[in-house]
C-alpha cells in the first residue's frame, strides 16, 4: 500500500534527518558520509565495531558495536531513519544479516544494503559474478522483516578499479603493464566513488513519501524495493589507457601490453576461487564484466539527470584513481579480495 505524508501522525517532517552508516571509514562509505555531510540536512552516525582502528570522517557520530552482541547492534541503531550498509567484502558472511536484524528491532523503516554494483535485474551477469544471489538473499531478508530497501546499481567504481591493480581494469601502474581483455574496446559503464556518494546523498535528501495520492514528484519512496542508476564513464580499456596516458605524460612506448581473453580469464578466476584462493575472484569479476556479448552495462537505465548528478571530467578522475593506488596498496587483505 502506498503511504502518503498527509496520512502520518502530527509532527511528520517528512524528511530523513538520521542516518546511520556501516563503513564511514571504508572505500565507499566515506564519500557517502562526505556528500551526506555536504547537504547539512543529515546527521550521520558510524555503526563501527568497537575498538576499530579505521579512521572515521570528522562530523560523523559514533556507535561503536560488538557483532557478536546483537543488543549493542539494537542501542545502536535506536531511533535512526535509515541504515546504510557498506561492509567489508572480508567481513563474516553473517554480519549483514546480524545488521538487518538489529535494524527491524531497533525500528529501522529504510535500509541500503551492500551492494554498490552492477544491474540488479541481470540476474544471470549477477550469477556469473557470484555476488547476485547474494545480495538478492540481503534484500529479501530486508523485505521479509518488514523493511524496505533501496539499492544503489552503479557499475565498477572507475577509480578504484583503475587503481586497484591489474586484476581489476587491467592497469599496474608500478611496473607500468596492461593487460588488455579481448580487444580492449568493450564498454563498461562505471561510477568515480564521489559519484556515488552524490547520489546516496541525493536519494536520501529526497522528500520520504509523496504528500498525497496527486503527488508524483520523485520521493524517496520512489525507490522503496529498487535499485539507484547512476554512471559516470562508459568507457572501454582502450579509452581509459588513452587518458591514462594523457594523465601521466606516458606514451605507448613506456607501456607493456599484453591481451587475454576474457572467457580465459574468467575460467582461471573461478578456478582459484574453487580451490579457495580469492585473488581469482576479482580477476573473474573483471572479465565477466568485459564479455564482449554481455557487458555490464545499465547505463540506458541511468538516473543521472532525473538526481541532477555532474558530469565528470574523465582525465580528472583518472587523475583521482592514480592518487589512490598508494592506498590501496597499503589494504592488502582488502584488496586481495
Ligand atoms: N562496484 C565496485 O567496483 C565495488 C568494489 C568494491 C566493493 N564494492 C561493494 O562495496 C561494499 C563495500 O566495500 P568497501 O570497499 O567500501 O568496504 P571496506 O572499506 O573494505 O570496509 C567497510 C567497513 O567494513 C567494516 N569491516 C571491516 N572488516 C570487518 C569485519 N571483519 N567485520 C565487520 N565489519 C568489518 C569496517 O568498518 P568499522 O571498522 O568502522 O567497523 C570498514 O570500514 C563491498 O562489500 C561490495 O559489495 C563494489
Known amino acids: 500500500m502506498p503511504q502518503y505524508a498527509k496520512d502520518q501522525p502530527a509532527g511528520f517532517a517528512n524528511t ?4 546511520a552508516i556501516v563503513g564511514a571509514g571504508g572505500t565507499i562509505g ?3 558520509v562526505k556528500a551526506l555531510l555536504e547537504t547539512g540536512r543529515h546527521t550521520v552516525t558510524a555503526i563501527s565495531r568497537k575498538g576499530s582502528d579505521n579512521k572515521l570522517p570528522e562530523g560523523v557520530q559514533i556507535a561503536p558495536v560488538n557483532y557478536d552482541d546483537a543488543a549493542t547492534i539494537v542501542a545502536a541503531l535506536k531511533g535512526q531513519q535509515f541504515l546504510i550498509i557498506t561492509m567489508a567484502p572480508t567481513a563474516p558472511r553473517d554480519t549483514h544479516s546480524k545488521l538487518v536484524q538489529a535494524a527491524a528491532k531497533a525500528g529501522i523503516p529504510y535500509v ?3 551492494g554498490y554494483a552492477g544491474d540488479i535485474e ?19 531478508e530486508i523485505e521479509s522483516l518488514g523493511m524496505q530497501w533501496i539499492t544503489v546499481c552503479c557499475g565498477f567504481w572507475f577509480d578504484y578499479s583503475l587503481a586497484g591493480g591489474e586484476s581489476r581494469f587491467g592497469f599496474d601502474f608500478d611496473k607500468r603493464t596492461l593487460t588488455v581483455f579481448d580487444d580492449g574496446n568493450t564498454k563498461n559503464s562505471t561510477s568515480t566513488l564521489s559519484q556515488v556518494g552524490r547520489a546516496v546523498a541525493k536519494v536520501l535528501s529526497l522528500k520520504e513519501l509523496p504528500e498525497d495520492e496527486n503527488d508524483k514528484t520523485l520521493t524517496l519512496a520512489s525507490y522503496f524495493n529498487k535499485g539507484v542508476y547512476i554512471k559516470s564513464f562508459v568507457i572501454s580499456q582502450n579509452d ?3 587518458s591514462v596516458k594523457r594523465v601521466t605524460g606516458t606514451t605507448d612506448a613506456d607501456w607493456t601490453v599484453t591481451h587475454e581473453d576474457t572467457k580465459k580469464r574468467y575460467a582461471e578466476g573461478l578456478a582459484q576461487v574453487k580451490t579457495g584462493n580469492m585473488a581469482g575472484f576479482s580477476k573473474l569479476l573483471f572479465a565477466r564484466g ?3 556479448d554481455d557487458p555490464s552495462d545499465l547505463s540506458a537505465k541511468a538516473q543521472n539527470e532525473l538526481l541532477g548528478l555532474p558530469d565528470e571530467s574523465l582525465d580528472e578522475s583518472t587523475q583521482v584513481a592514480i592518487d589512490l ?8 587483505e582488502r584488496m586481495a579480495s
Do not use: T
Request: proline share 7%.
Open 16 to 19: 530523513i534527518e538520521r542516518v
Open 30 to 32: 566515506s564519500h557517502i
Open 325 to 332: 593506488v598508494k592506498e590501496l596498496q597499503l589494504r592488502v
Open 240 to 242: 581509459m589507457f588513452e
Open 112 to 114: 541500503m544494503p551492500n
Open 122 to 140: 541481470n540476474v544471470k551477469i549477477g550469477e556469473d559474478m557470484m555476488l547476485g544471489p547474494i545480495a538478492q538473499a540481503q534484500r529479501d
Open 290 to 292: 568485459f564479455y564482449p
